[in-house]
């Protein structure tokens, strides 16, 4: 079984192909952050990839959620193949097709836990009152249907994050990427954090966690290991 | 499911507007440095307005339509006006008053035994000079035909200050060439002739038959019909004098307030000039700090782009940011400017006069100054690797 293909045997659709990625950072010497990467994660899948830090899973994250291209390689998102797109077509792939769950969070300060996760619509082009009501759904969903006018100051590390998750399953996405989500926070509130991505992919969502934590890793259905820019061969860890 | 990214045209201001909320000092220090040049212009273009309007109020109410006809200073000799010079005029049709002064050179003193008064001289004027000048006395009366060769004397405003005269309690008496003169009253201002200010005026045969002075004209004042000022002005020099029409000069003594409002325009422009400067200044103000704001914001930039905005949403995002803060600058100074403005004006008695294209036009070139302050830094941060930007780390 070779992780390029997954496994054929659920008969699931690809959200996401890596094949044969290569990213070099230029220099002297040039960086050779990743070194022929093939990934395949499958529609319903929770997946974790792990790795030290300086292996080349934030430049592995970055690359699967277009916002860094491969030096040499394909990425497919649902079949379609986004070396070629324009940087207007990959953004409009972004806003309707992959959500995005940070370490720092990144929340609008100004703007209440509504409009932050409203805001992962933003793009979309559809009218504030459908965003509100979309947004409103997804908070429930996280568990803050009581703090939507909160703003984020106002609201503990955990709550962040659950708001962060909300914007970034309110487009319902194909595939949420979440780098580090429990990175700043502590193991009880982690934990709560990691079983709300359990739930959300019981629910259907796909999701691909990097981490560096092995612990979190493990309570994750797959695990996928990142060395020196290559992906190890799955069960052999 | 289209796979595009739009952004609404009400969201793309909002989210510029989000943007500047969120630094509200710094927002607000920003646009002061583009208020304080559109108030400097607006105070400028509407100071020199509100004086004009004023100056041209005055010169409505003065009327336009005297005219001083006198021996012309041009050329080698001074060929002085003929003595009927008035009653010609005053048969041309459109004329409705003229009256002859004749200026005697002497200067005036307070007693025989004083000094003589330097620039202050007695000018003989017939009794239609009141009348033709649409001028009152302040004290006293004015001179009539009965007083034309009495030793009486009305002053100039002006002159009647230098001579120390306020009232005319007790009989006041100056001396002129030798001779005692009773002032009988003080003249009111002479805005449109302010020289004749510094004059003491006796009778016009007083001053030939005491002062043994030509009986030639040295000025004909005309007050003319205000439609005709301009049919009737040709016609003054031939009729004044027939035989030699060149050597008589017409002039308009409005004209010369009417120029001071236009006078002024070198120093306007001079003044419009700097508040230019200090926009400019503030433009740059703007983008030093959009450059600033954008390497602070590159988590935002990041987050923005991870949820699907676009290098030209991200651009057009800060340009505009960059376009309301100056417009807000804009809306600033021309308040801050009318203020001025209308203190200013009320300060000199004038009617304020804004010209609403001046305060649409600083609303205008602040938000362009904005606009082009915004370009730079919109393109860096349209630039930004989004993979950068969102390890950036911003809460």
Redesign the interface.
């Given at each position: 079984m070779s992780p390029a293909t997954g496994n054929p045997a659920t008969g699931n659709p690809a959200v996401l192909e890596l094949d044969g990625v290569y990213r070099t950072y230029p220099g002297s010497p040039p960086v050779e952050a990743l070194v022929g990467v093939d990934l395949r994660v499958e529609a319903g899948e929770m997946m974790a990839v792990v790795g030290p830090s300086g292996s080349g899973k934030s430049t592995l994250l970055n690359i699967m959620g277009t916002l860094d291209r491969p030096t040499q390689g394909r990425l497919l998102i649902e079949g379609t193949d986004t070396s070629t797109l324009s940087d207007r077509r990959l953004s409009g792939l972004r806003s309707a097709r992959l959500g995005f769950v940070f370490q720092s969070f990144h929340l609008i300060e100004t703007l209440s836990a509504l409009d932050n996760v409203a805001a992962g619509l933003l793009y979309r082009g559809v009218t504030g009152r459908t965003r509100r009501t979309m947004a409103q759904a997804a908070l429930e969903k996280v568990g803050l249907g009581d703090r939507l006018h909160a703003r984020p100051t106002k609201l503990s590390g955990g709550q962040r994050q659950r708001v962060a998750i909300a914007r970034a399953i309110v487009a319902e996405p194909s595939l949420i990427l979440a780098d580090e989500p429990t990175g700043n926070l502590d193991t009880a509130t982690g934990d709560g954090i990691v079983d709300l991505l359990t739930q959300l992919n019981a629910d259907g969502s796909t999701i691909v966690v990097i981490t560096h934590d092995a612990e979190l890793a493990a309570r994750l259905p797959r695990q996928v290991e990142v060395r020196d820019g290559t992906v190890l061969p799955e069960g052999q860890r | 499911?289209?796979?595009?990214?739009?952004?609404?045209g009400?969201?793309m201001v909002s989210?510029s507007v989000?943007g500047l909320?969120?630094r509200r000092g710094r927002t607000l220090l920003t646009a002061l440095g583009i208020a304080i040049g559109i108030a400097s212009m607006v105070a400028v273009v509407g100071i020199s307005s509100s004086s004009k309007a004023a100056l041209l109020a005055q010169l409505d109410s003065l009327g336009t339509n005297l005219l001083q006809v006198q021996a012309s200073t041009n050329g080698l000799s001074i060929e002085p006006l003929p003595i009927d010079a008035e009653p010609m005029i005053r048969r041309i049709d459109t004329v409705q008053n003229a009256s002859a002064v004749i200026d005697t050179g002497f200067e005036v003193r307070r007693n025989e035994h004083d000094e003589t008064l330097v620039g202050i001289n007695a000018l003989g004027a017939t009794p239609e000079f009141f009348n033709t000048l649409q001028v009152a006395t302040t004290a006293g009366r004015p001179l009539d035909d009965g007083l034309r060769s009495m030793p009486v004397v009305v002053l100039g405003d002006v002159a009647a200050i230098r001579l120390g005269i306020s009232e005319l309690a007790g009989g006041p008496t100056i001396s002129i060439g030798g001779h005692d003169f009773a002032v009988i009253g003080i003249l009111d201002e002479l805005p449109l002739n302010p020289d004749l200010s510094r004059k003491v005026l006796i009778g016009d045969r007083a001053a030939v038959a005491m002062l043994g002075v030509p009986p030639n004209p040295t000025a004909v004042y005309v007050r003319v019909d205000p439609d005709l000022v301009a049919t009737t002005r040709p016609l003054l020099a031939p009729t004044a004098n027939p035989g030699r029409p060149a050597k008589v000069d017409v002039s308009r003594p409005s004209d010369l307030l009417e120029a001071r409002a236009e006078v002024d325009q070198n120093l306007q422009n001079l003044l419009l000039a700097l508040g230019g400067v200090a926009l400019l200044v503030g433009g740059v103000g703007i983008a030093n700090v959009m450059v600033i704001s954008v390497l602070e914001r590159r988590?935002?930039i990041?987050?923005?782009?991870?949820?699907?905005?676009?290098?030209?949403?991200v651009r057009l995002q800060f340009v505009l940011e960059a376009a309301l803060l100056s417009g807000l600058g804009g809306m600033l100074g021309v308040l801050l400017g009318s203020g001025i403005t209308i203190v200013y004006a009320r300060q000199q008695d004038w009617v304020v006069d804004l010209p609403p294209s001046a305060l649409l036009a600083g609303v205008g070139a602040a938000l362009g100054i904005g606009m082009l302050a915004g370009l730079y830094p919109a393109a860096k941060a349209a630039r930004l690797?989004?993979?950068l930007a969102?390890?950036g780390?911003?809460?």
């Amino acid at each position: 079984m070779s992780p390029a293909t997954g496994n054929p045997a659920t008969g699931n659709p690809a959200v996401l192909e890596l094949d044969g990625v290569y990213r070099t950072y230029p220099g002297s010497p040039p960086v050779e952050a990743l070194v022929g990467v093939d990934l395949r994660v499958e529609a319903g899948e929770m997946m974790a990839v792990v790795g030290p830090s300086g292996s080349g899973k934030s430049t592995l994250l970055n690359i699967m959620g277009t916002l860094d291209r491969p030096t040499q390689g394909r990425l497919l998102i649902e079949g379609t193949d986004t070396s070629t797109l324009s940087d207007r077509r990959l953004s409009g792939l972004r806003s309707a097709r992959l959500g995005f769950v940070f370490q720092s969070f990144h929340l609008i300060e100004t703007l209440s836990a509504l409009d932050n996760v409203a805001a992962g619509l933003l793009y979309r082009g559809v009218t504030g009152r459908t965003r509100r009501t979309m947004a409103q759904a997804a908070l429930e969903k996280v568990g803050l249907g009581d703090r939507l006018h909160a703003r984020p100051t106002k609201l503990s590390g955990g709550q962040r994050q659950r708001v962060a998750i909300a914007r970034a399953i309110v487009a319902e996405p194909s595939l949420i990427l979440a780098d580090e989500p429990t990175g700043n926070l502590d193991t009880a509130t982690g934990d709560g954090i990691v079983d709300l991505l359990t739930q959300l992919n019981a629910d259907g969502s796909t999701i691909v966690v990097i981490t560096h934590d092995a612990e979190l890793a493990a309570r994750l259905p797959r695990q996928v290991e990142v060395r020196d820019g290559t992906v190890l061969p799955e069960g052999q860890r | 499911m289209t796979d595009r990214s739009t952004l609404r045209g009400r969201d793309m201001v909002s989210t510029s507007v989000v943007g500047l909320r969120s630094r509200r000092g710094r927002t607000l220090l920003t646009a002061l440095g583009i208020a304080i040049g559109i108030a400097s212009m607006v105070a400028v273009v509407g100071i020199s307005s509100s004086s004009k309007a004023a100056l041209l109020a005055q010169l409505d109410s003065l009327g336009t339509n005297l005219l001083q006809v006198q021996a012309s200073t041009n050329g080698l000799s001074i060929e002085p006006l003929p003595i009927d010079a008035e009653p010609m005029i005053r048969r041309i049709d459109t004329v409705q008053n003229a009256s002859a002064v004749i200026d005697t050179g002497f200067e005036v003193r307070r007693n025989e035994h004083d000094e003589t008064l330097v620039g202050i001289n007695a000018l003989g004027a017939t009794p239609e000079f009141f009348n033709t000048l649409q001028v009152a006395t302040t004290a006293g009366r004015p001179l009539d035909d009965g007083l034309r060769s009495m030793p009486v004397v009305v002053l100039g405003d002006v002159a009647a200050i230098r001579l120390g005269i306020s009232e005319l309690a007790g009989g006041p008496t100056i001396s002129i060439g030798g001779h005692d003169f009773a002032v009988i009253g003080i003249l009111d201002e002479l805005p449109l002739n302010p020289d004749l200010s510094r004059k003491v005026l006796i009778g016009d045969r007083a001053a030939v038959a005491m002062l043994g002075v030509p009986p030639n004209p040295t000025a004909v004042y005309v007050r003319v019909d205000p439609d005709l000022v301009a049919t009737t002005r040709p016609l003054l020099a031939p009729t004044a004098n027939p035989g030699r029409p060149a050597k008589v000069d017409v002039s308009r003594p409005s004209d010369l307030l009417e120029a001071r409002a236009e006078v002024d325009q070198n120093l306007q422009n001079l003044l419009l000039a700097l508040g230019g400067v200090a926009l400019l200044v503030g433009g740059v103000g703007i983008a030093n700090v959009m450059v600033i704001s954008v390497l602070e914001r590159r988590g935002e930039i990041g987050l923005r782009r991870a949820l699907g905005a676009t290098r030209g949403h991200v651009r057009l995002q800060f340009v505009l940011e960059a376009a309301l803060l100056s417009g807000l600058g804009g809306m600033l100074g021309v308040l801050l400017g009318s203020g001025i403005t209308i203190v200013y004006a009320r300060q000199q008695d004038w009617v304020v006069d804004l010209p609403p294209s001046a305060l649409l036009a600083g609303v205008g070139a602040a938000l362009g100054i904005g606009m082009l302050a915004g370009l730079y830094p919109a393109a860096k941060a349209a630039r930004l690797d989004p993979a950068l930007a969102v390890s950036g780390g911003v809460a």
